[in-house]
């Protein structure tokens, strides 16, 4: 691959976790201050802005948008280990500079967005596991199973952020992602509980990835895989 595409993928990667943490931390945002959103709002706001994301630059780099996601995919060798660190990288810095963007524009409010527990840690880690276990179950189906490769793909992920969302936000937040913690959280300063919603959302999803791996009965192609990567160091 050349240095190209292995750039415009970074970009689009930075840019799709921008407008994941812009769009849903903003709209928690926008909540605290107005009141005219509720959390079906919120809920939604996360699944739409996840949707439109992956249908403007799934064909560019995969859409991951989340840390968890990318090592998932190298997890079950279906993403090659060698840019992964890159991935993490261009996410991380998306979800800083839309955090960044929200505290500059609306101010200190609702701790920028950041991903807090109600309850206990212990709580809080369970959830986002099984949280985070659906989203990459259903991910590794549409993006993985040539028997469910379709145009319903960005919504069927969507579709289940939200629902995570709804169900699981008013107890964790609904994070499922490192990124999209982390960028708030240090924006914020609010760092205690930070290690839940980066330690859960990988556990979460390498056990999502496998038990699909498992239940598709097929292997990945390691062959292709490392094809992949051989391109990706020679560019």
């Known amino acids: 691959m050349s240095r190209g595409p292995v750039v ?32 079906v709002g919120i809920a939604v706001t996360f699944g739409l802005v996840i949707m439109a994301m992956i249908y403007a630059t799934g064909h560019i780099s995969g ?47 609702a701790e920028t967005g950041a991903t807090r527990p109600l309850g206990s840690a212990g709580q809080a880690f369970l959830w986002e596991v099984v ?56 924006v914020s300063g609010n760092l205690d509980t930070l290690w839940i919603y980066v330690a859960a959302p990988l556990l979460g999803a390498a056990l999502g990835a496998l038990s699909y791996q498992f239940v598709r009965d097929e292997d990945p192609d390691p062959a292709g895989v490392e094809a992949s990567d051989a391109k990706a160091k020679a560019a």
């Not at 079950?76 to 660190?85: D, K």
């Not at 579709?159 to 709804?166: E, F, I, M, R």
């Open 8 to 39: 415009r993928a970074l970009v689009a990667e930075a840019i799709g976790t921008f407008a994941l943490v812009f769009a849903g931390c903003g709209a928690i945002m926008v909540e605290a201050k107005t009141e005219r959103l509720g959390h």
């Open 63 to 109: 859409a991951h948008f989340n840390p968890a996601v990318t090592f998932a995919f190298s997890l079950t060798r279906h993403f090659p280990w060698s840019r992964a660190l890159g991935y993490w990288g261009a996410q991380l810095s998306g979800a800083l500079a839309a955090a960044l963007v929200l505290r500059a524009s609306l101010g200190d409010v």
């Open 131 to 186: 949280l985070t276990f659906f989203l990459m179950f259903v991910i590794m189906s549409v993006a993985t199973d040539t028997r469910a490769v379709g145009e319903a793909a960005a919504i069927a992920i969507g579709g289940t952020v939200a629902l995570d969302a709804l169900f699981g936000g008013p107890i964790t937040g609904a994070s499922m992602n490192p990124a999209r913690s982390t960028g708030p959280a240090v």
